[in-house]
Nanobody, 117 residues
Framework: VQLVESGGGLVQPGGSLRLSCAAS????????MSWYRQAPGKERELVAG????????NLADSVKGRFTISRDNAKNRVYLQMNSLKFEDTAVYYC???????????WGQGTQVTVSS
């Protein structure tokens, strides 16, 4: 299993970023996927999940109305569109298989999102 996250960066409050996760080593289209984040000194938390077909999603209360999760099964990729970013969104973002909990113990390197003025 390999998970490679990208798309992070430094953005001002109110800005947007689109994260991408390239997955390999398993049959991507058969698995729900999810995004997590870990801020300094905090535990990793679930941010968003999406069903295997992409028709159903779930978002943490803290990001509802601002973030959108989507996937492209033809490309084995899952995305996280982040709008109206806030200081508290600063974290390293990771993806994994599974919708409500990480399926694999293997994690990618993550992608750093920093919201700062």
């Amino acid at each position: 299993v390999q998970l490679v996250e990208s798309g992070g960066g430094l953005v001002q409050p109110g800005g947007s970023l689109r994260l991408s996760c390239a997955a390999s080593g398993f049959t991507f289209s058969r698995y729900a996927m999810s995004w997590y984040r870990q801020a300094p000194g905090k535990e990793r938390e679930l941010v968003a999940g999406i069903s295997s077909g992409g028709g159903s999603t779930n978002l943490a209360d803290s990001v509802k109305g601002r973030f959108t999760i989507s996937r492209d099964n033809a490309k084995n990729r899952v995305y996280l569109q982040m709008n109206s970013l806030k200081f508290e969104d600063t974290a390293v973002y990771y993806c994994n298989a599974g919708r409500w909990a990480a399926l694999y113990d293997t994690w990618g390197q993550g992608t750093q999102v920093t919201v700062s003025s």
